[in-house]
């Protein structure tokens, strides 16, 4: 575990802020892990400056942080931050105050196919091209959400990323969830706002956004679903993201049992990350095109607008 990220954490876990401080809540979300709901219904049940979410930096401050606080209301009186780009570095505003963190997580396989479905619609809309899901899957790096949580949260670099091996991103994720309020499965969705509901008293039920008939909606395209691919194809994602198939299988029902849960084993078998990453950049050229300009003959499935069509 890199220092600083390892004293970070012995810190949050030691440290005892006044009893007489409300908590503030930290929610962390990982792309198609139902962010879009918890967001809109926070945002429109507490007031602007009780909850906030922080964007993207852009220009050349993101690489100081990849977060933005311009815009971020008193940390005094903020009850509740969410993000993609939620840093743990921005914990030093706040460190007067317990902070309750909170994550969704997804299995590989379904998180492929909704990110997949995402952005065909978004293609569409703008204009240009769907294309095949060997090109989607080739583009995507391997163990996304594992690399997600390293990159955006814990603010690792690509090359202090690169310089792990399979087991320590797995060891530094799990030690960073293990400092956890609330961690679940995207489907438990309900169940956090439940208690985020209680805690800042405003309504727990919330309306489902990024759904499929959000998804189909507009774009004429009809969303491909887990049932449709192949039972090997399946099994391929899950080999090749056997990172995040296991933080998955370890968290899904852990809510507030953080503290007990013990992760499952990782298994031997790694494969190369740097030699993945070019692999990606390939597809991602390709992707690139078809996208601009439709599909070209190289022996990639390429979808329909229904994707029912493809596989």
């Known amino acids: 575990m890199y220092p600083s990220v390892s004293t970070h954490m012995q810190a949050q876990t030691t440290s005892a802020p006044g009893l007489d401080t409300p908590p503030v809540h930290f929610i962390y979300h990982v792309p198609k892990c139902a962010g879009r709901t918890i967001d809109r219904h926070l945002a429109s049940a507490l007031p602007a400056n009780a909850y906030h979410r922080l964007r993207r ?61 995402y952005r065909m619609t978004r293609y569409i809309n703008e204009g240009l091209q769907p294309y ?25 670099n690509w090359a202090q990323i690169a310089s792990l091996s399979d087991q320590d ?22 169940d956090l706002l439940s208690v985020l509901g209680d805690r800042l008293d405003i309504s727990p039920n ?19 679903t887990l049932d449709l691919l192949p ?27 953080t503290g ?3 992760p499952a084993a990782l298994e031997n078998g790694a494969a190369s990350f740097i030699g993945g990453e070019a692999i990606r950049f390939v597809h991602q050229i390709v992707r690139r095109l078809q996208r601009r300009w439709g599909h070209v003959d ?14």
């Open 206 to 224: 919330a309306q489902l956004h990024n759904s499929f008939a959000d998804l189909s909606r507009g774009a004429g395209w009809t969303p491909l």
């Open 132 to 156: 095949g899901i060997d090109v989607a899957y080739g583009a995507m790096r391997r163990n996304f959400i594992t690399h997600y949580i390293l990159n955006n949260f814990l603010e690792l």
């Open 57 to 117: 930096r852009r220009g050349l401050g993101r690489f100081a942080t990849g977060y933005d606080t311009s815009r971020l209301p008193d940390p005094n009186e903020t009850q509740v931050v969410s993000s993609h780009y939620l840093g743990i570095s921005l914990d030093a505003l706040f460190q007067d105050r317990l902070i309750k963190r909170s994550l969704l997580l997804r299995d590989p396989a379904s998180h492929f196919v909704s990110y997949y479905n």
């Open 260 to 262: 007990v849960v013990r």
């Open 169 to 190: 991103k797995y060891d530094l994720t799990n030690a960073f969830l293990s400092m956890f309020w609330f961690v679940g499965d995207y489907t438990l969705c309900d």
């Open 298 to 311: 190289t022996g990639v499935a390429v979808p329909q607008r229904d994707p029912a069509a493809i596989v």
């Open 231 to 257: 039972e090997t194809t399946v099994a391929r994602i899950q080999d090749d993201n056997r990172i995040d198939q296991r933080l998955w299988e370890t968290w899904r029902e852990a809510r507030h049992e």
